[in-house]
């Protein structure tokens, strides 16, 4: 058996170890990303797509924004977080897993909203790719300009 046989072998075995039945769901939005979210009492374990974040996201720096909720609230090994999350890029699928987990953890315990509210992670931030304009190159950015 030659590396790509056992490498498809693998995919097909991965399955999330936990049940989500009795959870908490919720719908986190950044950029172009959207992210279904499940969340339940448990040990603290968190997949992306079906893969560990540690796995899934590789950047220490993704991983600390995934984990900014559960550390707001100071319960990082309380609850197991499930996510599905689909387009744009790392950083906007990242924002959009927080802002999934802060709002299924209010679903959960209403107490939570004040601290999470506080530090910002409940609102979904606005902020878009600005849209190309005619006549420039970019959104803002003209064509270069030659006096001569």
Request: aromatic fraction near 6%; charged fraction near 35%; glycine fraction near 8%.
């Amino acid at each position: 058996m030659n590396q790509l046989q056992t490498n498809k072998i693998d995919k097909k075995q991965k399955k999330l170890p936990i049940d989500f039945k009795d959870s908490q769901s919720a719908t986190g939005r950044r950029k172009r990303s959207i992210a279904r979210v499940w969340v339940k009492k448990g040990s603290g374990k968190i997949f992306v797509n079906g893969k560990q974040m540690m796995q899934y996201f590789k950047r220490p720096a993704h991983q600390l924004i995934v984990t900014r909720p559960l550390d707001e609230i100071k319960a990082t090994s309380d609850y197991d977080v499930k996510c599905n999350v689909k387009g744009g890029g790392l950083t906007g699928q990242a924002g959009a897993i927080i802002h999934g987990i802060s709002r299924a953890l209010v679903n959960i315990d209403s107490s939570y909203k004040k601290t999470l509210k506080k530090s910002k992670l409940t609102t979904r931030d606005p902020r878009k790719v600005e849209r190309k304009k005619y006549g420039h190159r970019k959104a803002r950015r003209s064509f270069q300009f030659s006096k001569r």
